[in-house]
């Protein structure tokens, strides 16, 4: 079973930044695909980026793009998650997950169903 533990949340003024990681104790990250997903309080969860298994293909929610980056790091198997320009509005509780299977990052963020494994998450507060 492959257990993802997210870190780098905490609390920002709007305009910063904040870079999450996502790893996974005893897997290769770069065998998956990973997303980032968000959920604030009262709202449906959201897929925020996602990173495919081959050729590192992304995608990203239009709210986000421009702003933040999703990213591999093979050799530490960790996968990140860079905002920039953080708003109040990316206020959210954030979470990594998983597909063993590899999916495409267009589907994937869009069906978070779809995903294996899931972390617990990290909070994101941006305010100022």
């Known amino acids: 079973q492959v257990l993802p533990v997210e870190s780098g949340g905490g609390s920002v003024q709007p305009g910063g930044s904040l870079r999450l990681s996502c790893v996974a104790a005893?897997?290769?990250?770069?065998?998956?695909?990973i997303g980032w997903f968000r959920q604030a309080p009262g709202k449906e969860r959201e897929g925020v980026a996602c990173?495919?298994?081959?050729?590192?293909?992304?995608s990203y929610a239009d709210s986000v793009k421009g702003r933040f980056t999703i990213s591999r790091d093979n050799a530490r198997s960790t996968v990140y998650l860079q905002m920039n320009d953080l708003k109040p509005e990316d206020t959210a509780v954030y979470s990594c997950?998983?597909?063993?299977?590899?999916?495409?990052?267009?589907?994937?963020?869009?069906?978070?169903?779809?995903?294996?494994?899931w972390g617990i998450g990290t909070l994101v507060t941006v305010s100022p």
């Open positions: 997950a998983v597909d063993v299977q590899g999916g495409p990052p267009d589907l994937l963020r869009n069906m978070p169903s779809l995903m294996d494994y």
């Open positions: 005893g897997f290769t990250l770069s065998a998956y695909s």
């Open positions: 990173i495919g298994s081959s050729y590192g293909r992304t």
